[in-house]
């Protein structure tokens, strides 16, 4: 796989993080892209190729791309699409305005980058476009209902890519992490913040008891949690395997949910992820 191109967004911590280095150590030439300039900037420190990619803003996608093509040219080997954000909050509190913001950042953003990757890949006659969802793009949570929607919309359009794509030979591949040590749940407070009202919800008593506690406690390590490095490792047999898989499960969590969605009625897998939470 030497000198191969992989562009990775969301790259200043977590996931995206640990898969530019893994990668990186791997042979692989990695664009390492931030939303923000001063992450990018660290990166370039830490040695990589690092373009500013803010996938709520179509000119940044188009710059950042351009700087890649530029770079390489003309040519992008793998795309893994991985930067995201929560909003949490019951559903009948998120205002639209909060579930547009969403749908900016975890969705309109990659499908428009994804479109401009395929016709490189067309013309170079290969490629891999993997897309990062979560196991909340297999089943819902509650306090998750703008994440989750987002998740389960990238579930169907990358079902729907990779079908199409059969007739080329550019791959395109989901990877559904559970519980990942990641700063999502830090960077979702000011999301949080700014969409909701929770005082003035009927359901303020609960958010109070659950999801208070869990945003502005200190970190605390999951059951089940792993470390981003089992996500990479996942990401390399998507990038580098002849035949790879449509979808790779990371955790105990997502193994166990994939199959009691198909296995259990819905009234029972409802009752089961209510008691979980």
Not at 118 to 141: A, D, Y
Not at 180 to 196: G, H
């Amino acid at each position: 796989m030497t000198g191969r191109s992989v562009l990775i967004t969301g790259c200043s911590s977590g996931i995206g993080h640990d898969a530019a280095h893994g990668l990186r150590a791997r042979g692989w030439r990695v664009f390492a892209a931030c939303r923000q300039e001063k992450d990018c900037a660290r990166l370039r420190d830490e040695g990589f190729e690092s373009p500013q990619l803010d996938y709520t803003d179509e000119a940044s996608i188009a710059r950042a791309l351009d700087e890649v093509l530029s770079s390489t040219g003309g040519t992008l080997d793998a795309l893994y699409n991985n930067g995201a954000f929560a909003v949490p909050g019951a559903v009948e509190d998120l205002p639209t305005g909060a579930l547009r913001e969403i749908f900016e950042g975890n969705f309109f953003g990659w499908h428009t980058l994804t479109r401009a990757v395929i016709p490189v890949m067309r013309r170079q006659g290969h490629g891999r476009i993997v897309n990062c969802s979560s196991v909340l793009g297999l089943v819902p949570m509650p306090w998750r209902g703008a994440y989750v929607s987002t998740k389960f919309a990238l579930e169907g359009l990358t079902d729907v890519l990779r079908i199409e794509m059969r007739d080329t030979d550019i791959k395109v591949i989901l990877i559904e992490p559970g519980p990942i040590t990641s700063r999502i749940r830090a960077n979702s407070v000011p999301y949080f913040e700014k969409w909701l009202d929770w005082k003035a919800s009927p359901r303020a008593a609960q958010y109070e008891a659950s999801l208070l506690r869990r945003l502005y406690a200190a970190p605390s390590k999951d059951r089940f949690e792993l470390p981003p490095s089992a996500v990479t490792d996942v990401l390399a047999k998507a990038l580098e395997h002849p035949r790879p898989k449509p979808r790779y499960y990371v955790t105990v969590p997502t193994h166990l949910m994939g199959r009691l969605r198909r296995i259990l009625p819905t009234t029972a897998l409802d009752a089961l992820i209510d008691r979980a939470r």
